[in-house]
């Protein structure tokens, strides 16, 4: 029982966005979880310890003890909140965030995109299918946002490097147009990473076999999408998507009104 206890409370605090977060009532929502849950835990670890040990429970002494464990546990877990709004709301000022990777858009766009994704992330591809054409149509062909796509792999996802190589070895073919139309290749296909569906994609978008089998096979770009991860890291990035809009870090697979907001901001300066 304690073991589902666990798992209710990590899996309502984790998968809540911040941005619904700072909303009152799914605020108040989280935290009648957090005090039903530790009640439980704190009565349980009690009574069941008191028992291994031949204790008598006292009515007393477990109020007091459930009462200082959901004080704790709130606040561990309003600390967290608070310090996971400052992360997602900090400012990186000055700093080219660009690097040479591949572009859409004008590249003297007066705002920039940086979006640091993960080809076997569930939620970038969400982000790819729900966003990004609407940013597109409004303001990346329009000439107002310059869209920069950097590799940022995550552990465990061992296709992710492979396929990051692959979209290089197209652009190296085939430029930033091939890059993307590669990118697209692999969203739209998600979850198919395998080295021949990469290489089909790679012909399915033009670039010539031979040169894409050789850079590919010399695992040419893996110091590239390396760097771009530890530029990523160096940035406060923890997990994918995580986009910069004129340095303004915006986290997580956000919708089409959460960029309008920072774009319009921008392109009123």
């Given at each position: ?24 009532k ?6 009648a ?12 670890l ?5 028992q ?6 006292n ?124 990118h ?86």
């Open positions: 029982m304690l073991l589902a206890v666990f798992f209710f409370i990590d899996y309502n605090v984790s998968e809540i966005n911040p941005n619904f977060m700072a909303k009152k799914t605020f108040n929502s989280l935290m979880s957090i005090i039903f849950a530790s009640i439980i835990i704190s009565a349980s009690i009574f069941f310890g008191m291994l040990s031949g204790t008598e429970v009515e007393e002494d477990l109020q007091a003890a459930i009462s200082i464990g959901i004080d704790k546990y709130i606040d561990d877990k309003q600390n967290e909140y608070e310090n996971s709004q400052a992360a997602a709301n900090e400012p990186i000022l000055d700093v080219d965030l660009t690097d040479d990777d591949a572009f859409l858009g004008d590249k003297d766009a007066p705002v920039t995109i940086v979006e640091f994704s993960d080809y076997q992330c569930p939620y970038c591809e969400r982000f790819w299918a729900e966003t990004l054409p609407e940013l597109e149509e409004k303001y990346i062909n329009t000439g107002k946002v310059k869209f920069v796509f950097r590799d940022f792999p995550l552990s465990g996802h061992a296709r992710a490097i492979p396929a990051a190589v692959a979209a290089e070895c197209v652009s190296e073919d085939l430029g930033d147009e091939g890059y993307y139309a590669m697209d290749e692999m969203f739209e296909n998600f979850g198919k990473l395998t080295d021949e569906d990469l290489l089909g994609f790679a012909l399915a978008v033009g670039a010539d076999e031979a040169s894409f089998v050789e850079c590919y096979a010399d695992q040419r770009f893996v110091a590239e999408a390396q760097a771009d991860l530890q530029d990523g890291a160096k940035y406060g990035v923890t997990g994918t998507p995580a986009f910069f809009v004129n340095g303004q870090r915006l986290v997580g697979a956000q919708p089409f009104t959460a960029f309008e907001e920072l774009i319009e901001a921008e392109l009123a300066k």
